[in-house]
């Protein structure tokens, strides 16, 4: 059952709670909720960590593209409490550092999650100082997530994080909520695309001869998939200029 569905029937069933006298009784209730907890768990759990086995079904193939001037790129839709955004954050580093290839980082905060909405807005507030501070930003709160349980200890954890880069952290990042308003269009850009889970990653191209994109669902295979993407768009290398001639001598 999808889990929008199972919601919408477990409302229905502690609506109907009222009204049955079995399950008024403290037993029955409480083994109700703890398999109502499990269900919801579960639901929950693949939505967040289990891509379909066949790869997300693509809607609008528009921005899986490399920025201009790259052949090949990382692209990725993250959560910031993600569990598994969290352990494949470190591969996709070293994949981009490695092969010299942009990672492109897309914000795909999940509503059931509390604070992961105002990390991307907080790690886009630092990239308005510098690039490489708002992604060194989004790695410290990746490789910090078991100790962040809440809006409040993410703030306390971002103010930690400016104040050791001596950096004045504002009452409000985001004021006039323009900051809130790209992590929606990046949310609402991940829907068009058919992101169903998180992490969802790909490796694209541009002038390729092979896939122009393809989805990186086995993680072991990433380099592999690089390698061959590299390869796949070795002749779209821009040419080297050649030599201007020197004028003839009469």
């Known amino acids: 059952m999808p889990i929008g569905s199972f919601l919408i029937a477990m409302s229905h069933f502690f609506a109907d709670a009222h009204r049955c006298p079995a399950l008024r009784r403290p037993a029955s209730l409480f083994l109700s909720l703890a398999v109502a907890a499990l269900f919801v768990a579960a639901a929950g759990a693949h939505a967040q960590f289990v891509p379909p086995t066949s790869?997300?079904?693509v809607h609008d193939s528009a921005a899986l593209k490399p920025p201009a001037g790259a052949r090949v790129a990382i692209v990725e839709f993250a959560d910031y409490e993600c569990p598994d955004?969290?352990?494949a954050n470190p591969l996709l580093r070293e994949a981009a550092a490695k092969y010299k290839i942009p990672l492109v980082r897309h914000d795909f905060p999940l509503p059931y999650h509390a604070w992961s909405f105002n990390a991307a807005v907080n790690a886009r507030?630092?990239?308005a100082r510098s690039k490489a501070l708002g992604d060194e930003y989004r790695d410290q709160v990746f490789a910090n997530q078991v100790s962040i349980v809440s809006p409040d200890s993410?703030?306390?954890f971002t103010e930690k994080f400016a104040a050791d880069h001596h950096i004045a952290l504002p009452f409000a990042v985001d004021p006039q909520g323009k900051l809130a308003e790209q992590v929606k269009a990046d949310?609402?850009?991940?829907?068009r695309i058919g992101?169903?889970?998180?992490?969802?990653?790909?490796?694209?191209?541009?002038?390729?001869?092979?896939?122009p994109f393809i989805e990186v669902v086995d993680r072991s295979k990433l380099f592999q998939l690089i390698d061959q993407a590299?390869?796949?768009t070795a002749?779209?290398?821009?040419?080297a200029k050649a030599p201007a001639k020197k004028p003839a001598h009469k």
């Open 55 to 57: 790869g997300t079904q």
């Open 235 to 239: 002749s779209a290398r821009t040419p």
């Open 230 to 232: 590299l390869a796949d």
């Open 187 to 191: 949310f609402a850009l991940g829907q």
């Open 195 to 211: 992101i169903e889970h998180t992490p969802t990653i790909w490796v694209v191209t541009a002038n390729s001869k092979g896939a």
């Open 85 to 87: 955004c969290g352990r």
């Open 125 to 127: 507030w630092f990239d």
């Open 154 to 156: 993410l703030h306390h």
